[in-house]
């Protein structure tokens, strides 16, 4: 299995080269993935919560808003 | 002859031809049309003293005896001082005209040492564009960062990817946790951070976005380093709305910054490019 292409651009020289990442950067990769999919996980469960709660209050977002503001 | 000088005649006098040679006809200036024919005119009556004006050049010239000279104005500047396009003059003493050759493009006249000079002016404030290019693959790397400016900023255009995603931002492919944001005043801030997210764009369809990235004083060596990060995408749900941050990302190192590392949290680049700056 290929992994994911890396561009690298040499500022000093102005050369540009795309090649797979190698394990270490390909371990990083995965890394960002599984820590992104926790964040959006989480940002679902705290949207959730929330929405139940303005449903507890029968209020929306913009009068919760309202309310706060 | 030519020297003859000055004769006052008197009432009754005789104007013989060898004073009317003498007196006036050697005594005059002669307009001729070039030298040839003043050479061809004056064959056989050449006398020390007479003077000549030669219309194609116009040039007064006076006879030595041996030769025809020019009678330039021992005061005036003289043609032959300048030697090239642009060049101007200045008095390098009082009563000393000098030449200055003109200066290379850019370049400024200033004075050093009492004297006018051309000079590269010194570079400040400008911005230098280091590196432009397209977001591609997974990851771009821009590497072997000159340290000869102040400050970096990053530019990135319309950046979209694949899937929704944060874009991260790494130095030195430093990926241990040693990076923070904070908005206004903070205290007992960790590093907890493994990256620092520069943008979070949701939609994958519609690239508008905008990001701009400050980093200070990127080269020292005493201090860590210090962004300021203000990016806008379309926002996730209306491409007529945005998602935006403005804060400031700390990075706790005190090494130069070299190179700078854009990674998606998801997906790969399926649009978007970079400018990288430097600032005087």
């Known amino acids: 299995m290929s992994k994911p292409i890396i561009k690298i651009h040499n500022i000093e020289t102005g050369e540009e080269i795309e090649r797979e990442m190698n394990d270490a950067e390909f371990a990083q990769y995965q890394a960002d993935q599984i820590a992104e999919q926790a964040r959006q996980v989480e940002e679902a469960a705290k949207e959730a919560a929330r929405q139940e709660l303005l449903d507890k209050l029968g209020i929306t977002a913009e009068e919760a808003k309202l309310l706060l503001g | ?280």
């Open chain 2, 1 to 280: 002859m030519a020297g003859a000088g000055y004769k006052l005649f008197n009432t009754g006098d005789v104007l013989t031809a060898q004073q009317v040679n003498e007196y006036l006809m050697q005594q005059t200036v002669m307009s001729f049309a070039n030298a040839a024919a003043r050479t061809t005119a004056l064959s056989g009556v050449l006398s020390e003293g007479m003077v000549s004006y030669l219309q194609d050049t116009n040039v007064v010239e006076i006879y030595t005896g041996a030769s025809w000279v020019s009678l330039d104005d021992p005061n005036a500047i003289q043609n032959s001082l300048l030697t090239t396009t642009g060049d101007t003059i200045y008095a390098s003493a009082a009563s000393t005209p000098a030449r200055l050759g003109i200066g290379t493009t850019g370049q400024v006249l200033t004075v050093a040492g009492g004297v006018p000079s051309w000079a590269t002016p010194a570079s400040s404030g400008g911005f230098t564009s280091l590196a432009t290019g397209s977001l591609s693959g997974s990851q771009v790397d821009l590497t072997s960062i000159s340290g000869s400016y102040i400050d970096l900023v990053l530019v990135i255009r319309d950046y979209r990817a694949s899937a929704a995603n944060g874009l991260l931002m790494r130095f030195n492919a430093d990926s241990n946790a040693r990076y923070n944001n904070f908005v206004g005043l903070v205290t007992g801030t960790t590093f907890g951070n493994t990256s620092q997210t520069i943008s979070r764009n949701t939609n994958t369809s519609t690239a508008n976005g905008l990001i701009i990235v400050r980093i200070f004083d990127y080269a020292n060596t005493a201090t860590y380093k210090l962004n300021k990060i203000d990016s806008i995408v379309t926002d996730e749900t209306s491409n007529t709305s945005i998602s935006g941050q403005s804060n400031c990302g700390v990075y706790n190192q005190t090494g130069a910054i070299t190179q700078i590392n854009l990674t998606l949290s998801s997906g790969t680049f399926s649009e978007g490019s970079y400018i990288l700056y430097g600032v005087k």
